[in-house]
């Protein structure tokens, strides 16, 4: 998904286009490793729409709005509910993995390179998806979240709205102000000219 993304084709952004790897990454892994059938992986997308839901409706998922940690952290708790749901875990269980997953990426800025989409997302996506499924054989395992998932969503929600403008997908901040992001950014420039 997000090679297709970076190639400027045409995806299903879930939840957004920086972050579209981690939900198909988990299932399709998933799916590979557990032999589930497309039935059950629709149940699961059903299940991360419904994390999704209740998290852009709470909070925010996109990175212009709370940094990175809305964009790959709303994507991790999602696919982290639903590999609970796959696996035949309980609501509270699914719940838990939310919690455990969003809490691992609370801070986390969005700072795309050349402001695009590929540097560091890309990577992000990759350890988006084993946070999801660590974060769901732990809820799995009886690991709870001390902080219940829904104040979670209100702490991201909180440290998103501080978060400074330069860190939020603006390409003002953090990597893409690296000297090796703006000789990128040049070269972006240069191609584009």
Same mark, same amino acid.
């Given at each position: 998904?997000?090679?297709?993304?970076? @190639?400027?084709?045409?995806?299903? #952004?879930?939840?957004?286009?920086?972050? &579209?790897?981690?939900?198909?990454?988990?299932?399709?892994?998933?799916?590979?490793?557990?032999?589930?059938?497309?039935?059950?992986?629709?149940?699961?997308?059903?299940?991360?729409?419904?994390?999704?839901?209740?998290?852009?409706?709470?909070?925010?998922? @996109?990175?212009?709005?709370?940094? &990175?940690?809305?964009? *790959?952290?709303?994507? *991790?708790?999602?696919?982290?509910?639903?590999?609970?749901?796959?696996?035949?875990?309980?609501? =509270?269980?699914?719940?838990?993995?939310?919690?455990?997953?969003?809490?691992?990426?609370?801070?986390?800025? &969005?700072?795309?390179?050349?402001?695009?989409?590929?540097?560091? &997302?890309?990577?992000?996506?990759?350890?988006? =998806?084993?946070?999801?499924?660590?974060?769901?054989?732990?809820?799995? #395992?009886?690991?709870? @979240?001390?902080?219940?998932?829904?104040?979670?969503?209100?702490?991201?929600?909180?440290?998103?709205?501080?978060?400074?403008?330069?860190?939020?997908?603006?390409?003002?901040?953090?990597?893409?102000?690296?000297?090796?992001?703006?000789? *990128?950014?040049?070269? *972006?420039?240069?191609?584009?000219?």
């Amino acid at each position: 998904m997000s090679e297709v993304n970076a @190639s400027m084709g045409r995806i299903v #952004a879930t939840p957004t286009a920086g972050s &579209c790897g981690i939900l198909p990454g988990v299932l399709v892994s998933a799916q590979e490793r557990y032999g589930f059938t497309d039935e059950t992986a629709t149940m699961a997308l059903f299940a991360a729409g419904a994390i999704g839901y209740v998290i852009a409706n709470n909070s925010f998922v @996109s990175g212009a709005e709370g940094g &990175c940690q809305a964009e *790959i952290g709303s994507a *991790i708790a999602m696919a982290a509910g639903a590999m609970v749901e796959l696996r035949g875990g309980t609501p =509270a269980q699914a719940a838990h993995a939310v919690g455990l997953a969003l809490k691992n990426t609370l801070g986390l800025i &969005c700072d795309p390179v050349g402001g695009l989409v590929e540097i560091p &997302c890309i990577v992000r996506n990759g350890f988006g =998806a084993v946070t999801a499924l660590a974060a769901a054989d732990m809820a799995l #395992a009886g690991v709870r @979240s001390v902080i219940p998932s829904d104040e979670v969503i209100q702490v991201m929600l909180e440290v998103g709205s501080a978060m400074p403008e330069a860190h939020r997908e603006t390409a003002k901040g953090g990597l893409a102000q690296t000297p090796t992001g703006k000789k *990128i950014l040049q070269q *972006i420039k240069g191609r584009a000219d």
